[in-house]
């Protein structure tokens, strides 16, 4: 049985069928005094400098960006945002969506860590204009002169638009279908490709988002720090607001990573609103370790009301990790939902929205390695947790053989197959692969359509009206005719011994030479571990006895990295196709070679 239902109010001829851009206008009139986006500026005072936009000044920054943009790119053209995360950001965006010029939501080149996803998104989406700030532009300059990339017309800086023009700006119908935006994916199994977002899928995942959030408290607020470069950052902290006009606060990740705390802290300052936030697995372990007393004395979290966790594999440790350590600042049982989505979605699929703690089903490793969900007692000695994501809210999910195109029964494992306005129509300039992924037809549709269905590549599970993600399907291992999914090899590794590093570990399968796949795992080594009292033997050692009690297959390769070798996604997600790749190629800088050259050395 197919999850979820459409929302009637996006049906042709429905009352949601207008652009969510122009919704800015309608509260820029009804309410132009109250705020709309806050940013939180830590690089300039360590407490954070606060600079709000109201409704008014929002839809004229817009206007004026628009009449900027309009005069060096058309319609359909391209505007790659190289600048970082502030106000002149979510500013430039919606000017872009005004202007119907498509912009590519990028970063400024000097963000460390994702040069090769800026070169290849970059050069895909072939922009006619960039848009920087003053001091970002050496950086952009610089990328331009280092890289054979195509030059823009122009680069416009977002801080130093004449925001007096925006009076010269003569609104122009914008169509559900006219394309929004490329979102450009985070490249954890490929390269990085464009997803085409329409008005129309912005329209319809947001108000889904709002419907399954169901902020029926009055005066939501949004608080955030995620990259808006990444589709869970930019639909919950732009597109949000839009729908009845809130406000949203954000800082960027930098200043989170810095001090995750900020964020949690930014949250209590609303203790009388209702705050909703959202952000990967690993950020919420990540607060979670580093949250001391003194800064947890004065935490009131009694406003949060929804904590989306989404983007990467939902830990059963984590949840409840983050329950423990902020349950005392007063958050609420209810207040954590696991949840899932993809940018080929525009990002929300489904969220375990109700006002009760995480669901977890405890199920029979062994039957799941055949494709079945079979629940177990939590102490059974082959048990495995599997985090429920809720319910879809506003379209359609269902579980599907990708091999027959046939629709599975509750309890057995197959693809996740998703309907609905907000999927992408395809992938910018790839006409083969959106075919691919977003062109599924299920072979006996009884009363669901047909197609199109987007093919999430994922695989899942629906277990008492609720579905369950267990992993990717290019990143299933199949060892001995058994399936393993690599994040639960993962999570066994980083618990076999304290060198290794907490979710900076990748399994994957390489083809061994009579046919069969052979497990290989590379881990980061932790450096609160001494390299004077590391033992590489006694670690490998330790990590292939778990593997082999925990998932009764033996480990044909462990390589102990060093800290920041494990290729993560933008999203944090494990990038293990890249590690493999790195790992085929010789080019993991590994633990054993560092302590063979400082006893060289010594």
């Given amino acids: 049985m197919a999850l979820g239902s459409l929302l009637p109010e996006l049906a042709p001829g429905g009352s949601g069928r207008t652009p969510l851009i122009e919704r800015v206008a309608r509260w820029a009139a009804d309410r132009p005094d109250d705020p709309a986006y806050t940013f939180v500026d830590y690089s300039a005072d360590p407490a954070g400098v606060k600079i709000t936009a109201s409704w008014a000044e929002t839809h004229r920054r817009a206007r004026a960006m628009a009449v900027r943009l309009r005069a060096t790119a058309e319609p359909g053209e391209r505007a790659a945002l190289l600048l970082p995360q502030t106000l002149d950001y979510m500013m430039t ?22 040069a090769d996803r800026l070169l290849g998104a970059y050069a895909d989406a072939e922009p006619a204009v960039i848009v920087t700030s003053r001091d970002a532009l050496p950086h952009v300059e610089k990328f331009l ?51 085409e977002i329409t008005h129309g899928n912005v329209t319809a995942n947001a108000m ?17 720090w995620l990259p808006l470069f990444h589709d869970m950052g930019l639909i919950s902290t732009m597109a949000l607001p839009m729908v009845r006009g809130d406000h ?22 609303r203790p009388a609103r209702n705050v909703y936030t959202a952000g990967p697995n690993f950020a919420y372990e990540y607060v979670a370790s580093q949250a001391t007393p003194e800064r947890l004395a004065d935490l009131d979290l009694s406003g949060l009301v929804t904590c989306l966790n989404g983007a990467e594999p939902i830990r059963t440790s984590t949840l409840s990790m983050f329950a423990d350590t902020f349950g005392p600042a007063g958050l609420r049982p209810g207040a954590q939902s696991p949840g899932y989505g993809l940018a080929e979605a525009t990002v929300f699929v489904s ?9 977890v089903v405890h199920v029979d490793r062994d039957a799941l390695t055949r ?52 999927t992408a129509r395809g992938y910018w300039r790839n006409s083969e692969r959106s075919a691919e992924t977003f062109g599924g037809e299920l072979a006996e549709p009884g009363d669901l359509p047909s197609g199109p269905w987007l093919k999430t590549g994922d695989y899942g599970v629906v277990h008492n009206g609720e579905l369950y993600v267990t992993g990717r399907i290019k990143d299933l291992i199949i060892v001995d005719g058994r399936n393993h999914y690599p994040q639960d090899i993962e ?37 609160r571990v001494p390299l004077a009292r590391l033992d590489p033997d006694e670690v490998e050692n330790a990590v292939r006895a778990a593997v082999t009690v925990e998932h009764e297959m033996s480990v044909h390769d462990f390589v102990l990295v060093e800290p920041g070798t494990v290729v993560r996604t933008s999203s944090g997600k494990i990038a293990r196709s890249a590690t493999r790749q790195r790992y085929l190629d010789g080019a993991l800088p590994t633990t054993r070679r560092r302590l063979e050259a400082r006893r060289g050395d010594g």
Wanted: charged share 25%; proline share 10%.
């Fill in 248 to 269: 949203a606060i954000y800082t960027d990740p930098v200043s989170f990573v810095m001090d995750p705390m900020r964020w949690l802290e930014l949250i209590a300052e």
């Fill in 208 to 224: 889904q988002l709002w419907a399954g959030w169901s902020p029926d408290r009055p005066a939501p607020e949004l608080v955030s």
């Fill in 93 to 114: 965006m919606l000017g872009a969506m005004y202007a119907r010029v498509v912009a590519v939501p990028l970063f400024s080149p000097d963000l460390p860590g994702h």
């Fill in 491 to 527: 999570v066994t590794v980083q618990e076999a011994h304290d060198a290794i590093r907490p979710d900076h570990v990748a399994a994957f399968s390489i083809q061994g030479e009579d046919s069969g796949e052979l497990l290989v795992v590379v881990a980061e080594r932790n450096r």
């Fill in 351 to 359: 969220a375990a929205a109700d006002d009760d703690p995480p669901r």
């Fill in 145 to 195: 002169a280092d890289h054979d990339v195509p030059r823009p017309r122009e680069i416009v800086l977002a801080d130093e638009a004449d925001r007096a023009r925006a009076d010269e700006w003569r609104d122009e119908p914008i169509g559900f279908d006219d394309l929004a935006y490329l979102q450009y994916t985070s490249g954890s199994t490929r390269r990085p490709a464009g997803v």
């Fill in 371 to 422: 494709g079945e969900l079979v629940p177990c007692d939590a102490d059974a000695e082959r048990s495995a947790a599997l985090v429920s994501c809720g319910r879809p809210v506003g379209q359609l999910v269902a579980i599907v053989d990708p091999e027959t195109r046939r629709e599975q029964p509750d309890g057995r494992v197959g693809e996740i197959w998703v309907h609905g306005p907000n």
